[in-house]
């Protein structure tokens, strides 16, 4: 076929989709989608890097999918023949629990960087609250992951986790035994959790991220505030670069940084299997959760068993209760009546949060 | 038992409605109780729940006086709070008669109130044998205790030595204790299994006490030397043989020379039976040769190795030269399983370091354990002095040797493509990343641009 006739035929094809899916639009859109240009330019692409380790989770995920079966009489044994038996399956299965690690090491940087950049203000309030609803989905991941390949570690860690839900005033019993799916950790909790991890939380965080997507390209990507005062001041423009190809393609190279420093990590330091779960054994000593459950864990652990009153437990939940809440509404807080921003309030409680978290996930870690 | 005990319906022997018989060492008194049923119950349970144990609430004037006295007199008063058979709602009158209600000593140790002070040091085993051989009241306490201990000490040593007249041979107490009597699974009892040694030692270690038996002193010290003192002293391993395990508790006496093979085959029953077939097992019994103790000995044995069989160690040499043909075969077994050891090790050390460096050879480290279990059937069949039997054995041990070394092998080799594959997926990263940096560059020009600001 001559090369003219070939891209009459090309053109006719894109033009029979253009008609029924609107590509044009999406074209100009993207010709036209710009991305603010300063010296903190560089944090907006750790949302970019959580989505790209989000969708490698889905892809190791199905794969991994393939094999394993959600039962504990079979669940640390298909893991097993995963690593040992399936072509490249210990590198499948040690990728999806890297990337679940670095995909909530990059969600935690991603909400610091908004904080600092102050990209949560007015009218952003929604992708504020979106995002952490997604750190949120991130963590139940990570614990319904977890527990999946019925080792002793994330059996006990499990068991410990449901234990903290489980001493929430009212509802924490019912709460326990929902997620257990009885009154103690056992193969109920494994298919349980198995539903959530492949299920449930997929379901939601897919909505989820649709929306804070939507949200942040309704808004545009923020801009700091003394970039911003600076640029009014001077009645000048602030500087833009294209999303496309610009950003995208250094999107593109951070995902492929990400990338590397997944592949070494999953290459040199495969993810363990451990021992299978006994659940008449007692718990073996050292059991910590995973680093993102440290920082809270080990405060619990400093906390008395009793304050006055209360259970050290029961405080120390409530304390980290009135702490997210705090968190979450911290767009609506960092403004006062009259609009001022409360930067240094604002700039201090990231700080502490941030200091809080290195030094008891550090300490959790080495105790 | 006092009123005040039965006030609170706790008398041991009341409650549970055992029968009634007459109680052991006492004036019969308790036999002659009624039961207390469920009329007296409700004043138990008030009696337990103001903290007031039987024991406490019983009047013991035994206890009450020689508390008071001073050293030996008091001693056994305030020993016997920890006896199990205080706990069990015994008291001093079970053995040594008298009036424990009375309020002065004379009535108290009143003869004609089945007084009999301390018991003669002969009498003893048949003061104890009163309970402990009673089947029925036994059965009350601890249905699964045996009861044949006495007729069991009059077969041993030292129970024919005490009928004999020899005071200073061992009575009940002379191991169990007296006054501070406690069950054997009690980590203090001087008869638990960890301390077992020790308390046997305290006679038969005593040179000066040994004297006149004329029996060596040096079996505690042969025996803290031996593989079994290891298991049991440092691994704590409650079954690991002492003492009784090969002599008896309450019939010891030292195992005949016909019967060694088969003390040590209580426990090591695959080489007894290997060794009954082999030709040592005749010889030695014709030689009055104490079979295992030949090459193993006795108080001090060794953990088990080819050292045994060939080398300077031999214990082969004891009776053949390294140059017979016996001596040639016994160095024939040493090699085949020294070389299996070899190999087993080998594969240890590999599939160690693919575990270490990453590497999942969990089924491989599994079979090797079979292997390990190839080696001990090989050394188990040196029993047999049949070199045919070994090497089958060690055959079948070297086969898994090399297959788990292939594991091993194959799992290093895995690692290197891993590496090899990172380092390849790495290159191409880099690559891609620079070339994007290019392309961007190509885009952009020398500076990136600036565009107005438009739609977001």
């Known amino acids: 076929m001559p090369p003219v006739e070939q891209k009459r035929r090309l053109q006719r094809s894109v033009a029979w989709l253009d008609e029924r899916l609107g590509l044009s639009s999406i074209r100009e859109f993207v010709a036209h989608k710009t991305v603010p240009v300063h010296s903190g330019t560089l944090w907006y692409y750790f949302g970019g890097v959580t989505l790209f380790l989000f969708v490698i989770q889905v892809l190791t995920g199905i794969l991994l999918l393939l094999y394993y079966r959600p039962t504990a009489g079979e669940a640390y044994e298909s893991v097993e023949f995963i690593m040992t038996r399936v072509q490249f ?40 609250l979106s995002g952490l609803a997604l750190l949120g989905l991130a963590l139940g991941f990570g614990f319904s992951g977890y527990l999946l390949p019925w080792n002793t570690i994330s059996y006990f860690a499990t068991k410990v986790g449901t234990d903290m839900a489980a001493s929430v005033p009212w509802a924490g019993p019912a709460l326990a035994r929902f997620l257990r799916g009885g009154d103690d950790v056992g193969g109920a909790t494994l298919t349980r959790f198995f539903g959530f991890h492949v299920a449930v939380l997929p379901g939601l965080a897919t909505t989820l991220i649709a929306l804070h997507l939507m949200l942040v390209q309704r808004h545009g990507i923020s801009s700091p505030p003394w970039i911003e005062k600076r640029f009014v001041a001077s009645g000048g423009r602030e500087p833009q670069m294209p999303f496309f190809p610009n950003f995208f393609l250094r999107e593109l190279m951070a995902w492929y940084a990400a990338l590397g420093v997944l592949g070494c990590l999953a290459a040199l330091f495969p993810w363990e299997l451990g021992e299978k779960a006994d659940p008449f054994a007692s718990a073996p000593a050292g059991i910590r959760p995973e680093w993102y459950f440290l920082a809270p864990f080990y405060t619990l652990k400093l906390i008395p068993s009793h304050v006055w009153f209360m259970e050290g437990e029961l405080l120390g939940l409530a304390g980290f209760g009135l702490l997210a809440v705090w968190w979450v509404t911290l767009p609506f807080w960092a403004t006062d009546r009259e609009g001022v921003e409360r930067t240094r309030l604002v700039t201090g409680a990231g700080v502490l949060l941030v200091a809080y978290l290195a030094t008891f996930s550090l300490l959790g870690y080495l105790r | 038992m006092t009123r005040a005990l039965h006030s609170c319906g706790a008398d041991p022997l009341v409650r549970g409605r055992r029968p009634r018989r007459p109680g052991p060492g006492t004036d019969g008194r308790r036999g002659q109780r009624a039961p207390r049923g469920p009329a007296v119950r409700p004043t138990f349970l008030l009696c337990i729940a103001l903290g007031l144990t039987p024991a406490a609430l019983a009047k013991d004037s035994c206890i009450d006086c020689h508390s008071a006295l001073a050293d030996d007199l008091q001693k056994p008063a305030l020993a016997f709070s920890k006896d199990v058979h205080s706990q069990h709602g015994f008291s001093c009158v079970d053995c040594h008669g008298g009036d424990r209600n009375a309020d002065d000593p004379s009535g108290a140790m009143d003869p004609a109130r089945g007084f009999k002070g301390k018991p003669a040091r002969k009498t003893v085993p048949q003061l104890c044998a009163r309970c402990h051989s009673d089947v029925g009241l036994m059965r009350r306490y601890n249905p699964r205790e045996r009861v044949d201990q006495y007729a069991e000490y009059q077969t041993s040593v030292h129970g024919k030595r005490i009928a004999a007249g020899d005071e200073a041979a061992a009575t009940c107490i002379d191991c169990h204790s007296v006054h501070d009597i406690r069950a054997v699974k009690d980590p203090l009892s001087p008869v638990h299994p960890l301390r077992l040694p020790e308390t046997c030692a305290r006679c038969h270690a005593d040179a000066v006490r040994m004297a006149k038996y004329k029996i060596p002193t040096n079996q505690f010290e042969e025996y803290r030397q031996s593989v079994h003192w290891e298991a049991l002293a440092k691994r704590r391993d409650l079954s690991a043989p ?48 104490g079979g295992c103790v030949v090459c193993h000995s006795n108080h001090g044995v060794k953990m088990p190795s080819t050292a045994m069989l060939a080398g300077p160690g031999s214990v082969c040499k004891q009776c053949h030269d390294a140059e017979s043909a016996e001596g040639q075969t016994a160095a024939g077994m040493a090699a085949e399983i020294a070389k299996l050891d070899a190999s087993l090790q080998k594969s240890d050390e590999i599939l160690g370091l693919a575990a270490r460096s990453g590497m999942e050879v969990s089924e491989a480290v599994l079979k090797l354990r079979d292997g390990r279990e190839a080696l001990v059937k090989a050394q188990v069949a040196t029993h047999t002095l049949d070199p045919a039997a070994v090497q089958k054995a060690a055959e079948a041990g070297l086969a898994i040797a090399a297959e788990t070394h292939h594991a091993g092998e194959a799992a290093l080799k895995e690692l290197n493509f891993r590496r090899f594959g990172l380092v390849f997926a790495l290159i191409a990263i880099a690559l891609t990343i620079a070339g994007l940096w290019l392309l961007i560059r190509s885009i952009e020009g020398a500076r990136p641009p600036v565009a107005e600001a438009g739609r977001r």
């Open chain 1, 89 to 128: 399956g210990w590198l499948i299965r040690s990728i999806h629990s890297w990337s679940a690690n670095l995909m909530i090491l990059a969600a935690f940087i991603h909400m610091f960087s908004v904080v600092f950049l102050r990209a949560y203000r007015r009218p952003r309030e929604l992708t504020w």
């Open chain 2, 242 to 289: 002492s003492c009784a395990s090969c002599h008896g508790n309450h019939g010891a006496t030292p195992p005949q020379v016909s019967s060694v093979a088969a003390v040590c085959g209580s426990c090591h029953a695959m080489m007894e039976d290997l060794y009954d077939k082999s030709m040592h097992h005749d010889v030695f019994a014709a030689m009055n040769l």
